[in-house]
C-alpha cells in the first residue's frame, strides 16, 4: 500500500469515526434523558463505554479529563468513563516518515544518529519515538497525529452534548464553564511550541527541586506538531507499589513538591496527573531519587489572587475563621454566596485540606478508599446538598485546580503513602505573599517566551 493510499484511508477512517460518536453519544444522550424522566437507567453507562471505547485520540483525553471532575456527568457515567484508555492505534513507520518530513523538511533523518521509527509509546494526541542526537544525546520526539485540530473541534462539540443533556436533567451543577475550560486547555495541547515553553517555565519553577526532573527541549528539532526533548530513563510509578513504605514515601514526596512548589510560589498547576505522565528514576545506588514530569501540554497559569484565595481557604478552615473562607470562596470565583452555600463548600474543602490540616503522619484517605473512588462519596455529599439550595456555577479556575488534587490524591493512594502532608504543605506556602508569587511568576513566564 503507498502512503498516499494510507492516508487516504486514514481521512476515511476519521470521517467514520466522528459518525460512530455522533451516533454513539446520541444514544447516549437519549438514555440519559430517559434517566431523567424517571425510567430504569439501563444500560446507559455501559453503552457510553460502547460507543466511546472503540475510538481513539482525543475524545479519550476529553472523557477522561470529564471523569474526574465531580458531578460533570452523573457518577455511574464516570466510572465508564474512567475505564477508558487514553490510547490511540499507531502511526506505521512509512507513516512516520512522511509526518517527519513535513515538520523537519526532505533531510530530516540526517538531523539524527539514530531514530526508531517504532513508538516508545501512544498516547491520544501523538506518540513518541526514542532517538538519538549526532552528539549523542538521547531524545524522545513527540509526533502529533495529523489532522488534530479537527479531531479535537469535532470531540469537543459532542462533549457539549453530554454535558448539556445532564445540565438539563439534573441542574444542580452548571456545566457550561467546566466545558469552555476543558475546551481551551485541550486545544492548548495541539500546541507542541507553547508545550516546550511549558516545560522550560517548568525547568525555571523546579531548579531547586532535586527530586523532581525536567527534560530538556530541543528547539532546532521541535515545531508545532513535533517535541523533541531529552529522553529521562525511568520506571513506572506503578512498578514500585510493592516497595518499601520508605520508597513509596519517597516517591510520594517528589510526587507533592512537583505539584505544589510551582502552584505556591508561580501560580502554575499541572492540571493532568495521568500515572503516564511519570515516571521514576534511580540514584546510583539503584535507590529512587524522585520522579521525572514528562508532559507539559495541560498546564494552567492562575493569577496570583488566585493563589491568594487557595491559601486563605486553608487558613480560614484550620482557623475557623469564616470572614477569611467567604474571602477566600470569592477569590476562587464562586458567586451568591450565603451561609448555607458556605457550608456546603465547605464539605468539599474539607474532604480536600483535611490531610493539609493536622500535624500527623498518615494516609491522604481512608483504609479500603480506591483511587478511582477518591473524592467520589464526598462528591455526592455535595450534589445532594445543592439540590435543595439551587444550582450553581462552578468557577473555571475551579476546574482544573479541583481536577489536578483529586488526581494527586489517587497517586497517593496508589502508592498507599503515609506522610506528614501538614508539613509538606506549611513548607511551601510559608511566608507567603501574592505580591511575591505575582512578580515570580512574571519574570518566570517572561523568560520561558509566555510573557506579554
Not at 505544589?260 to 495521568?274: E, L, N, Q, S, T
Not at 494552567?300 to 480560614?316: A, E, N, T
Request: hydrophobic residues 40%; aromatic residues 8%; glycine residues 10%.
Amino acid at each position: 500500500m503507498s502512503e498516499r493510499d494510507d492516508e487516504r484511508n486514514r481521512l476515511s477512517g476519521r470521517l467514520s469515526r466522528y459518525a460512530r460518536v455522533g451516533v454513539g453519544m446520541g444514544g447516549v444522550a437519549a438514555r440519559m434523558g430517559v434517566r431523567a424522566l424517571g425510567a430504569r437507567p439501563g444500560s446507559g453507562p455501559a453503552d457510553l463505554a460502547n460507543a466511546l471505547g472503540g475510538l481513539k485520540g482525543p475524545l479519550m483525553k476529553v472523557a477522561q479529563l470529564i471523569a474526574t471532575i465531580p458531578d460533570a456527568v452523573p457518577p455511574e457515567y464516570a466510572a465508564e468513563l474512567m475505564k477508558l484508555q487514553n490510547e490511540a492505534p499507531p502511526m506505521g513507520g512509512a507513516f512516520v516518515r512522511r509526518r517527519m518530513a513535513s515538520e523537519l523538511g526532505a533531510d530530516w533523518r540526517e538531523k539524527f544518529a539514530e531514530f526508531d521509527l517504532n513508538p516508545s509509546a501512544a498516547a491520544s494526541l501523538g506518540q513518541v519515538h526514542k532517538a538519538k542526537a549526532p552528539d549523542g544525546t538521547q531524545l524522545a520526539c513527540k509526533l502529533q497525529y495529523p489532522d488534530m485540530a479537527s479531531a479535537v473541534e469535532a470531540d469537543l462539540a459532542q462533549l457539549k452534548i453530554l454535558l448539556g443533556v445532564h445540565r438539563r436533567m439534573d441542574g444542580v451543577i452548571d456545566t457550561s464553564e467546566i466545558a469552555k475550560e476543558i475546551g481551551e486547555r485541550v486545544r492548548e495541547e495541539l500546541d507542541y511550541r507553547r508545550e516546550a515553553k511549558h516545560a522550560a517555565l517548568y525547568a525555571q519553577m523546579l531548579a531547586d527541586v532535586p527530586e523532581v526532573r525536567v527534560p530538556q527541549v530541543w528547539p532546532e528539532l521541535s515545531t508545532g506538531r513535533l517535541l523533541t526533548q531529552t529522553w529521562l530513563e525511568g520506571t513506572r510509578l506503578l512498578s514500585w507499589k510493592d516497595a518499601s513504605q520508605e520508597i513509596r514515601n519517597r516517591i510520594a514526596v517528589a510526587m507533592f513538591r512537583a505539584w505544589w512548589h510551582p502552584f505556591a510560589h508561580y501560580g502554575v498547576i499541572h492540571g493532568d496527573p495521568h500515572l503516564g505522565n511519570y515516571t521514576v528514576f534511580t540514584r546510583e545506588d539503584g535507590e529512587p531519587g524522585g520522579i521525572n514530569l514528562l508532559d507539559y501540554g495541560c498546564i494552567r497559569i492562575f493569577p496570583p489572587r488566585f493563589v491568594k484565595g487557595v491559601v486563605d481557604l486553608y487558613h480560614g478552615l484550620r482557623e475557623e475563621d469564616e470572614a477569611r473562607v467567604v474571602a477566600a470562596y470569592e477569590a476562587w470565583g464562586f458567586k451568591g454566596l450565603d451561609r448555607e452555600l458556605i457550608g456546603i463548600l465547605n464539605i468539599w474543602a474539607r474532604f480536600i485540606y483535611g490531610p493539609l490540616l493536622t500535624d500527623k503522619v498518615q494516609a491522604i484517605a481512608g483504609k479500603g478508599t480506591s483511587p478511582t473512588e477518591y473524592g467520589r462519596r464526598q462528591a455526592f455529599e455535595v450534589h445532594q446538598a445543592l439540590k435543595k439550595k439551587g444550582p450553581v456555577t462552578v468557577p473555571r479556575e475551579f476546574v482544573f485546580m479541583d481536577r489536578a488534587a483529586i488526581g494527586l490524591g489517587g497517586v497517593f493512594l496508589h502508592l498507599k503513602a503515609e506522610l506528614n502532608f501538614y508539613r509538606l504543605f506549611n513548607d511551601e506556602i510559608e511566608n507567603f505573599d501574592e505580591g511575591a508569587v505575582a512578580a515570580r511568576q512574571a519574570a518566570a513566564l517572561q523568560q520561558a517566551g509566555l510573557g506579554g
